[in-house]
């Protein structure tokens, strides 16, 4: 008899999402426990419930998945929860706030169907946000060379230290794109650029764009018009828009939501880990493999 | 491999109804997502949900649920649901607020058993609320003459011009019911009569309905004592009650609790519908057909 | 085709708890509707859903599980659930709250492995307490003489005399236990103490314990160092500490656990269950006979 695979969905916003249920039910989860109004100072006894209810290999069939709109709010619930394991007790524990994390892996992913990321640099813009921060970090662990964008300077800076650490070796620094003339020359030497702004803004023109005439490849992660970069549209998936290969949120949607699957799925293989960024891009990779995508 | 069923419980009150949620799993939903306090503001995050993780024959499986006491609160998140669908990117919703399309179903083909609607006139008591609306309107669809009554002589008119949208040759009236005369008078050409007034308030004395000699049906969908009509008991399902047939809410309940098991299993049949009175009515007809009830 | 088993979680705390949760599931449990923020006055309704969907046999397949940290909250929810029955159209109920009912009944179980019940005189300490007043009353039922301890000496009388009600010939007094004086004067004559006071407090030195050179058994249920007693951990399962044998909170959380199992297991085999610490116990009984510990 096999032990039922329960998902407690933690969710930061008053409802917990539906997105995140119909996946983990699709990815084969037995019973979902769904907690939405969840914050760090009141979290602990949730992790207690499933720690201390299944001894031994029965704890890697309870496992945890943080959720909702606010992205550092999901990452101060999964320090919380980190905080309220001790030693083997413990259970696994995946973060996907906002989708950042199965979006950022699915980007670096793509991209590097295009380019070898060892030889590349790439633009990050909105880069100081939660999800530019994972795609930087992701690109810089595959060698790449990143260039962090932010409108603001000082933010810029302080996002490149903060993604930098831990990241021995790397090639990261910040740049700041504010106005055309800032963003032309930020993209001068790229190979590609990714966009995680906000919802709704363009940051990027058409004549920019194509002014570096090396660029191969640029990505907008924002699925609601008007897109970051001009003239990509939301479900482009590898196409080609004037020499640059172009992909849209929804065009990447289609790998962000295997990798979310295989996440979730991985989480019910062990009582110990931690799923973000860099075990989720992992996971990725297997997926890409598997599916020879 | 079958998808698993998810129905969405999105209900108006602070905890989401137990009933619907045991209706549901009876009915063969394989997993339920049930949230309380849904509003119209909320709701399109979580019909993103649904409608974003599973694609195309995936969207059948997936499935949304209306309920709550308050039926216009319940009316407003539907129209919101509506609003949020993008052309076949949908799946289907059910609206049964307080029971109301499925008692107003019940009540409806339970007169039909006993009269030809399409031969008489009928007077709906309460016929301003939610669920007197809905009687009204499935009895005229059917054909029959329907004198809409409430106490307030504005509100009778202008349910009744409410009713009327969509219904062209209905035979609608509104009628005033304040006092014994007035009520004696609204029934004195009546076949049947159904209440579904405010729980607890009695409307009808019972030489008012009796002073009527051909009044052939009287039915009261309150529960709570004392009933809307004098002499019926909850209970009452067809009784002779001194030569006019009688029906309770309990009376009515079983044929209600089997159509709405029908239109909850109805939604996993493709991912267009929209169940609200028509729909859940054409359902309660096969059930009938079904059941030979 | 067996009807699914349904749970309805009613949990006074906001967020249901999940230990209770993941119990259900590993009982047995089909579908789960958890249900925080409880309260004694909004709960009909949701007790209204489980009574009125499933007829006759069907009705022992929904049950009711009232949990929570706040013990008296949720003796007031069980209190309204029954109120909310009639007659026969009711549905099982436990109630659990901070695993008081679990827990009392473990511990005296424990206890009756050493000592004869029925010739043993116990000091319950923190007996005014939920937990306390629960092993005070099974400690009365197996015969044991029971003395219940508080530092404030009108709580332990009134504890005492509330938890005579119902147990005629019960050997029940109150002692109070302010001070090492008035411990050691409590213990004089006792076979075994078992203690619930509040998490965290040490009330018992090792000094005042081993004064008594007849006490055989020390119990102590608070999980939370520094505990009640000095010189118990909370892993302590039956280890001899200088002559006394003794048991912390984990040592009789194995017992626990089985108990609880085994009485939402038992919530599904009738429709008319009131499971409090009287029934809970002897659950426990044959979870010992069954299981030979």
């Given at each position: 008899?096999?032990i039922?695979r329960?998902l407690?969905?933690?969710?930061?916003?008053?409802?917990?999402?539906?997105?995140?249920?119909?996946v983990?039910?699709?990815a084969?989860?037995?019973?979902?426990?769904?907690?939405?109004?969840?914050?760090?100072e009141t979290?602990a006894?949730?992790?207690?419930?499933?720690?201390?209810t299944?001894?031994?290999?029965g704890?890697k069939?309870?496992?945890?998945?943080?959720g909702g709109?606010?992205v550092?709010a999901?990452?101060?619930?999964?320090?919380?929860?980190?905080?309220t394991?001790?030693?083997?007790v413990?259970?696994?524990?995946?973060?996907?706030?906002?989708?950042?994390?199965?979006t950022a892996?699915a980007?670096?992913?793509?991209?590097?169907k295009?380019?070898?990321?060892?030889?590349s640099?790439?633009?990050v813009?909105g880069?100081?946000g939660?999800?530019?921060?994972?795609?930087?970090?992701?690109?810089?662990?595959?060698g790449?060379?990143v260039?962090?964008?932010s409108?603001?300077?000082g933010?810029?800076?302080?996002?490149?230290?903060?993604?930098?650490?831990?990241?021995?070796?790397?090639?990261?620094?910040?740049?700041?794109?504010a106005?055309?003339?800032?963003?032309q020359?930020?993209?001068e030497d790229?190979?590609a650029?990714?966009?995680?702004?906000a919802?709704?803004?363009?940051?990027v023109?058409?004549?920019?764009?194509h002014?570096?005439k090396?660029?191969r490849?640029?990505?907008d992660?924002?699925?609601?018009?008007?897109?970051?970069?001009?003239g990509?549209?939301?479900?482009?998936?590898?196409?080609?828009?004037d020499?640059?290969?172009?992909?849209g949120?929804?065009?990447?949607?289609?790998?962000?939501?295997?990798?979310?699957?295989?996440?979730?799925?991985?989480?019910?293989?062990?009582?110990?880990?931690?799923?973000?960024?860099?075990?989720i891009?992992a996971?990725?990779?297997?997926?890409?493999?598997k599916?020879?995508l």
């Amino acid at each position: 008899m096999t032990i039922p695979r329960i998902l407690i969905q933690l969710d930061t916003d008053p409802q917990p999402s539906t997105f995140d249920g119909v996946v983990a039910v699709d990815a084969g989860v037995d019973q979902l426990f769904r907690h939405g109004g969840i914050c760090e100072e009141t979290v602990a006894g949730l992790v207690h419930g499933a720690m201390f209810t299944r001894g031994g290999e029965g704890l890697k069939s309870t496992a945890l998945f943080i959720g909702g709109t606010d992205v550092q709010a999901g990452e101060r619930v999964l320090a919380a929860v980190q905080d309220t394991f001790f030693g083997p007790v413990r259970v696994s524990v995946m973060l996907d706030s906002n989708g950042c994390n199965t979006t950022a892996s699915a980007a670096v992913l793509s991209a590097a169907k295009h380019l070898d990321l060892k030889q590349s640099t790439v633009l990050v813009l909105g880069g100081t946000g939660p999800v530019g921060q994972r795609v930087a970090r992701l690109l810089s662990r595959q060698g790449a060379a990143v260039k962090m964008g932010s409108r603001d300077h000082g933010r810029a800076h302080q996002a490149a230290a903060e993604v930098s650490v831990g990241l021995e070796g790397a090639n990261l620094s910040a740049v700041t794109t504010a106005g055309n003339d800032a963003l032309q020359l930020a993209l001068e030497d790229c190979d590609a650029v990714i966009s995680s702004g906000a919802a709704g803004v363009q940051i990027v023109d058409k004549g920019t764009l194509h002014h570096n005439k090396h660029l191969r490849l640029a990505i907008d992660l924002n699925a609601v018009p008007p897109l970051g970069i001009e003239g990509i549209q939301a479900t482009d998936k590898g196409r080609d828009c004037d020499g640059v290969i172009v992909y849209g949120a929804l065009g990447v949607g289609g790998l962000k939501m295997k990798i979310h699957h295989a996440a979730v799925k991985a989480l019910f293989t062990a009582n110990d880990q931690v799923l973000d960024a860099d075990h989720i891009y992992a996971i990725g990779e297997q997926v890409i493999g598997k599916s020879k995508l």
